[in-house]
């Protein structure tokens, strides 16, 4: 076996390094424990009443069985951490804005979907 040799400096840079990346990902491990503390948990009905427009729950639990909604089960039961499901309505929101944008500014004649 062929093995690289390597500097004192040369590993003292290294684990400087990779301390350095550990510090890091424990800083943003502490920054979420500290937001999902203090993350609001929501129910069904709670979601329901929380998010915009008119929702029924088959549609939510559609969702969930779809996956297509964050959601966190407990004993069989179904609950929603408020900051997911605020990013969730905003990529929502991002994703109908760009299907817009792609046919704004077609002609009907060009349009493929009618």
């Not at 039961?77 to 929603?80: C, K, S």
């Given at each position: 076996?062929?093995?690289d040799?390597?500097?004192?400096?040369e590993?003292?840079?290294?684990?400087?390094?990779?301390?350095?990346e550990?510090n890091?990902v424990?800083?943003?491990?502490?920054?979420?424990?500290?937001?999902?503390?203090?993350?609001e948990?929501l129910?069904?009905?709670q979601?329901?009443?929380y998010?915009p427009?008119?929702v029924?729950?088959r549609?939510?639990?559609?969702?969930?069985?779809k996956?297509?909604?964050?959601f966190?089960?407990?004993?069989n039961?179904?609950?929603?951490l408020?900051?997911e499901i605020?990013?969730?309505?905003?990529?929502?929101?991002?994703?109908k804005?760009?299907r817009e944008?792609?046919?704004?500014?077609?002609t009907d004649?060009?349009r493929i979907i009618?």
């Open positions: 076996m062929n093995y040799l390597i500097t004192t400096k590993f003292e840079d290294g684990m400087a390094t990779i301390l350095q550990i890091q424990k800083s943003i491990v502490t920054k979420l424990q500290e937001n999902n503390a203090r993350d948990w129910t069904l009905e979601l329901i009443e998010l427009g008119s029924k729950p549609t939510v639990y559609d969702w969930v069985h996956r297509e909604i964050p966190h089960k407990r004993r039961a179904l609950f929603f408020k900051s605020d990013a969730w309505t905003q990529i929502k929101k991002t994703k804005m760009n944008q792609i046919f704004k500014g077609v004649e060009n009618k």
